[in-house]
């Protein structure tokens, strides 16, 4: 896929390098939780867009776009995405992970280059050491952050991608849904669903107007 990286997740990987990082190199180091605030953070999700028609080898895009409707600063505001990837029990794998989507570039503003040259597949700035996990740091009231992920389907089917709003990286800034009352209110999650065909859509030229016309996208397996 042009040299991109691919992008695997898989539940309880966040979990597990989540307590390494808190436990720091050697048992000597700060925990990375030692300066974010503990508390509750009021966000919404106020656009969740991503094709639910598409094909292999054609970029789609995914965008989030997170509202901080609280009073108060997110620490963080961070998304989750579970999964751009499958299991495979295909023997002699080098991993039984295999990508659904490649990632070709992944939330937050692209590094500047110091020379002339050809970036391949770059991150972001919102990358974080979570291979699932993007943030684009803190966030004031009334202000949004926007998550863009481009992204290359690799794989034919009917797939669903999960993702997860939090406002820290540590657990202890909780993000909820709900100003009214913490109590009614819960973790910021969405779904999206798509269907990748085996290759793009038929087009043609009408040769009354010479405008080009979409067909329809091939029947997935």
């Known amino acids: 896929m042009r040299g991109r990286r691919a992008f695997t997740t898989y539940p309880g990987a966040c979990g597990a390098c989540l307590a390494l990082l808190l436990g720091g190199c050697g048992g000597g180091g700060t925990r990375q939780d030692a300066h974010e605030p503990k508390g509750s953070f009021a966000v919404q999700v106020t656009k969740a867009h991503f094709p639910t028609q598409q094909s292999v080898a054609r970029e789609a895009r995914m965008v989030l776009q997170v509202r901080n409707t609280g009073t108060q600063t997110v620490p963080n505001v961070a998304v989750s995405i579970d999964s751009f990837a499958y299991r495979s029990d295909y023997p002699n794998l080098a991993s039984n992970k295999r990508p659904i989507w490649v990632l070709e570039t992944g939330p937050g503003a692209l590094p500047r280059r110091p020379v002339e040259s050809e970036a391949v597949s770059p991150p972001g700035g919102g990358q974080t050491a979570y291979v699932n996990t993007w943030a684009l740091g803190a966030l004031a009231p009334g202000h949004t952050g926007t998550f863009v992920w481009r992204v290359m389907p690799v794989k034919a089917g009917r797939y669903t991608v999960h993702y997860t709003v939090a406002t820290g990286l540590s657990g202890r800034a909780r993000a909820l849904v709900d100003l ?42």
Do not use: K
Not at 183 to 190: D, W
């Open 180 to 221: 009214r009352s913490v109590a009614h209110g819960g973790p910021a999650v969405g779904h999206f669903t798509a269907e990748i065909a085996p290759r793009p859509p038929a087009t043609h030229v009408d040769p009354e107007t010479g405008q080009v016309v979409p067909g329809a996208y091939p029947l997935t397996p």
